[in-house]
């Protein structure tokens, strides 16, 4: 027996047109019309917005503003992304988007509105990544409204945003690198700076790292997770998880700060505040970064991340083959490697020569 369709479950049917249109009703009762190309495209709008009726999903999509719907967007995506990309979208939707283009109907923002404003914020200084980032959480907000049937379509879509120059590697040269760490000799988070210089590591993955994770008898370290402001994350990719040999230095540096806990009490954390819990990003950048570059003589603008710019680069100049050097940096594919440190190539190429004539000559 064919099972009878529960009012407001949605409903398809083709035009005279030759497109096909779904038909729903909301949490508000009132009807919503989906259309497509084809049945099956319809289909999965139609499934979509009834998901999203199911968990509760609301708005009148006839006075709703830009802003209103960009709040309730960031509240519906909280959940479902990286605390670190969420953070960046709140802060595009409420100091860029939002005050040019909160008070507009949803309905009513257009293309050239969305080019106005990435043109704006360009004359008034903003970076070309800035505004692609504005325009990413855009898109994917008006993506979304597609699918939540409050528009008919995405009008980024239609917008062009800047390409932004490729971002030029800061890498500290070798003897940067021993300076800082001679340094933070003694510092509490010796053994933090030592990782990020030896392994490359991400700030996030060394701020996640516990104890557990670190394999002393065979001098390894495995990365499971990322840890930013107090929200623990799964690496990003299955390459992300991976397994880092040691150098003797960094086991030293690891096996001193170990026995420093000790004193106190062994936490589960390796780098971890007075109460036990992970580092933030934010303290670490402020109570110890900012102090130690001071210390060292390095520009105010290295980043924490240039170590690990450094490390790759230092690895690559060795002549480490890139194969290992991606997989250590947990890179998805040598591909990437390659478009980042490409700059390192032609003095890999000098060892290569060098070695064919210490082979042969």
Known sequence: MTKRREKGDGSIYQRSNGRYVGEYTDTNGKRRYLSGKNRADVKAKLKEALKHKDEGVSFDAGTLTFGEYMDKWLESTKETVRPRTWARAEVDVRVHLKPVLGEVKLSRINA?????????????????????????????????AVAWSLIPRNVAESVNPPKPSKREIHALSLDQIRNLLEVARGDKLEALYVLACTTGMRQGELIGLQWRDINFEDSTLKVNRSVYNGAVTPPKTMAGRRTIRLSKLAVVALQAHRMRQAQQRIAEWVFRTSVGTPLSCHNLHNRSWKPLLKKAGLPHSTRFHDLRHSCISLLLSKGVPIKVVSEMAGHSDVSITLSVYGHVLPDMQNLASDGMDEALG
């Open 112 to 144: 050239l509105r969305l080019q106005n404003l990435y043109n704006q914020k360009l004359s008034a200084g903003l970076s070309p990544r800035s505004v692609q980032l504005i325009h990413a959480a855009a898109h994917k907000a008006l993506k979304q």
